[in-house]
């Protein structure tokens, strides 16, 4: 999303107050000056809301804004890798077990070595597998929204001001003449 807002610091608040009523949290959050010698200020805050909430969130975070300037919702389906890992994982315990029955079963030390070594491979796999499958079931009970906020006055031109059009034409002409001039002295000089 991009909000035009009043005030940045205070939208970035706002939507960080309201994250909270949902139960969400923020995962980053910066305000800066894009420019130096103007006073406005660019923010952008990156959030985690629960996915039951999250179309009544969106309405709410909107509501933040005095205009907003872009929208764009992307989903992604990874019930396709979850069924995957599961199934996977599902074949990795088995094999843990049949390691476990040949385990009880080797009868010299070498046999008892190799064993453990692949036992050690296989547990190291599955706890792989439920950490992906442990991140996914996040990755699907909550969204992540970012939003870009922007104050008014940093998207209007700026208007046209004579005098100061004038005044700067003048200063522009003046130290047209002086380097003409210093450089006019050098070379008398040179």
């Not at 890798?81 to 385990?103: G, H």
Request: hydrophobic letters at 40%.
């Amino acid at each position: 999303y991009t909000f035009q807002v009043e005030q940045v610091e205070k939208g970035v608040e706002q939507i960080e107050n309201l994250i909270k009523t949902y139960g969400g949290s923020v995962l980053s959050s910066s305000v800066y000056a894009p420019s130096a010698d103007k006073d406005e200020k660019v923010g952008v805050i990156t959030v985690r809301v629960p996915e039951d909430a999250f179309d009544a969130f969106r309405a709410d975070a909107k509501k933040i804004a005095k205009r907003v300037d872009d929208e764009q919702v992307q989903a992604s389906d990874v019930t396709e890798q979850y069924i995957d890992l599961q199934a996977r994982l599902s074949t990795m315990k088995a094999e843990e077990q049949a390691l476990i029955e040949i385990l009880k079963q080797a009868k010299s030390v070498e046999d008892t070595l190799k064993v453990r070594v692949e036992l050690a491979r296989v547990r190291s796999d599955i706890e792989s597998m439920e950490g992906t499958i442990k991140y996914l079931d996040s990755q699907t009970n909550y969204s992540t929204v970012t939003i870009s906020l922007t104050e008014e006055g940093l998207l209007k031109s700026e208007e046209f001001d004579a005098g100061n059009t004038f005044q700067n034409a003048i200063r522009s002409l003046v130290n047209a003449w002086k380097q003409t001039a210093q450089t006019f002295i050098i070379v008398i000089v040179y």
